[in-house]
């Protein structure tokens, strides 16, 4: 076209590039989920949906939402469910929310979902035993869609992503760090962070404001994290540094995986990736020299090892470098910490922190619950509060006496699990169903090990959406029900650390205060309470909807089980 200029040309073949490959890739997709569904009998037959129950209507039933569309695939169908919800709720939940709406599907075990083009096909589980194959039985590797976002962040060099040989090097490398044993020795060290994070509670019970939870017990959790793999203090509570915490929430804020709605704004900023590779190089240069002065007094360090300390020595001794000086060491082993410290200040902070939140917002709406566990700190740590501290700090093993403080966080993670699992699958793997035998398909799904869903799920637990720690006391769940941290090989390295920090962190404030939540009458409410998992902006993982606000209180003098 005449006096067109030459970027409005190009840019419109973009434009029209563009929409051709969504068009392809959109025709693509349905054929493929179409084709799958025919060849392998998964077709949900919407006239017996709701059918009663019985080996008649368990054949008949097949393991796929009704309604399948050529142009929206299930979305229709997801979005019908996710519409009786709050707003905010976390994508986590979804495959909860279809077990809830078709209970004869979720009999079944698994539902395959057409979610593209805002996720990929989906294979999600609400069966522990289905879970457990690709998981335990057979560890699948961990899905492109979470790989492709945090490749930016740690090149794939952490315990979380990495695969293969290179995964069980670094995973025998750090495991002795995060042993039981030795995080138990550093809980001293802990409890020198927790104090300050206790300190600032009483403050604000003594201005008598309403703040977000989360936000400081996500800086706790950080400092504590630093304490166990550093050994000192990253300073993100007192304002010491002012730099790693801020650059860390930076680049999660970034980071996406999936492509619905409330991500666009992310998926569409063109900076987004040099801006994440900028982050992550201020990221490292922030650790590098923490990591590196310990490499250098590795051999000095007196009492409790770090987990880095303890990984020093590991690599060490593989390497037939023990006794020489720390910068003798192989480049790739800074390297690798350095990626693996992101990912644990990644993966812990605010999963630890979201977990809190719940507790105590359990806690409150229980008081026959906290009672109960305040007369459980009296007889196992004193009658007096205020020796508590000194008491754990001296026998730190007094945690692990702690049973029903314990039920109350495994009940807390099996209502409010982090997050499932996304694994890979392939054309020559195949999912076997544990009661019909059926073999299902795996080729072009991700693989989610719903751990919400499974949960609560009412086949394995009874009365699921209750809040009853005493469960735990005399346990008799199925032996693959619980999976908060995941189970199998890739289970997470930290949940030892993480069930430290939860019972150290509310041993010390739920005889001294009063964490009351503070939601607003108008907020919304899903299951019973105002705390859900909700997608908080700037966030990637599942957060207490708006940041759990709360007032504290100081707990008067007295009878501290009342």
Request: proline share 7%; charged share 20%; net charge positive.
């Amino acid at each position: 076209m005449p006096g067109t200029s030459p970027a409005l040309k190009w840019g419109g073949i973009f434009v029209l590039t563009s929409i051709l490959y969504f068009v392809f890739k959109l025709y693509q997709q349905r054929v493929f989920f179409r084709r799958t569904v025919k060849k392998y009998n998964l077709v949900s037959n919407q006239s017996v949906n709701r059918a009663p129950r019985s080996r008649v209507y368990r054949y008949f039933i097949q393991p796929t939402l009704p309604d399948h569309s050529w142009l929206l695939g299930n979305l229709i169908a997801v979005g019908k469910i996710m519409a009786k919800y709050p707003q905010d709720v976390h994508g986590q939940l979804m495959p909860d929310f279809v077990a809830r709406d078709y209970p004869e599907i979720a009999e079944l075990g698994i539902c395959y979902i057409d979610l593209w083009p805002i996720s990929w096909p989906m294979l999600a589980t609400f069966h522990p035993d289905i879970a457990a194959q690709f998981t335990q039985e057979t560890s699948r590797p961990k899905h492109e869609i979470i790989r492709g976002q945090f490749r930016p962040l740690t090149g794939l060099k952490d315990l979380v992503l990495s695969e293969g040989a290179f995964w069980k090097k670094w995973r025998a490398t750090f495991n002795p760090g995060f042993s039981t044993q030795n995080i138990t020795a550093l809980v001293p060290e802990f409890i020198e962070e927790a104090l300050i994070w206790k300190k600032y509670l009483q403050k604000i019970a003594e201005d008598g404001c309403v703040v977000p939870l989360e936000d400081c017990v996500m800086k706790a959790t950080c400092d504590i994290i630093g304490r166990s793999v550093l050994g000192v203090s990253l300073g993100i509570q007192t304002g010491v540094d002012d730099k790693i915490f801020p650059t860390l929430k930076s680049a999660i804020s970034l980071l996406v995986t999936d492509w619905s709605p409330h991500q666009w704004g992310r998926l569409l900023n063109p900076f987004r990736h040099s801006r994440l590779s900028s982050l992550n190089r201020q990221l490292r240069s922030q650790l590098q020299p923490l990591i590196e002065a310990q490499l250098q007094h590795h051999e000095r360090q007196e009492g409790p090892k770090t987990v880095n300390g303890l990984a020093i020595r590991t690599y060490m001794k593989e390497h037939g470098l023990e006794g020489t000086s720390g910068g003798t060491i192989d480049p790739e082993f800074l390297d690798v910490t350095i990626e693996n410290l992101k990912i644990f200040l990644f993966a812990g902070h605010d999963t630890t922190a979201s977990t809190l939140c719940f507790a105590y917002n359990y806690l409150y709406q229980h008081p026959n619950v906290l009672a109960k566990l305040r007369l459980e700190h009296d007889t196992v740590l004193g009658a007096d509060p205020s020796d508590a501290t000194r008491r754990i700090s001296e026998t730190p093993t007094l945690l692990n006496q702690l049973s029903y403080t314990t039920a109350i966080i495994k009940e807390t993670l099996r209502l409010e699990p982090p997050i499932g699992s996304c694994r890979e699958g392939s054309p020559t793997f195949f999912l076997r169903h544990p009661e019909t035998g059926q073999q299902l398909p795996t080729d072009g799904f991700i693989l989610f090990s719903a751990s919400k869903a499974i949960h609560r799920n009412p086949k394995f637990w009874s009365e699921p959406d209750k809040f009853i720690p005493e469960r735990w006391l005399d346990p008799v769940a199925h032996k693959n029900a619980f999976r908060p941290f995941e189970l199998g090989p890739r289970g997470c390295i930290g949940q030892e650390l993480a069930l430290t920090e939860l019972r150290l962190l509310l041993a010390m404030t739920v005889r001294e205060l009063d964490i009351v939540p503070a939601y607003k009458e108008k907020d919304e409410v899903l299951l019973g309470y105002q705390a859900y998992q909700a997608q908080m902006p700037g966030e990637l993982t599942a957060h207490p909807s708006k940041g759990m606000p709360v007032m504290v209180r100081i707990k008067k003098a007295g009878n501290s089980n009342e």
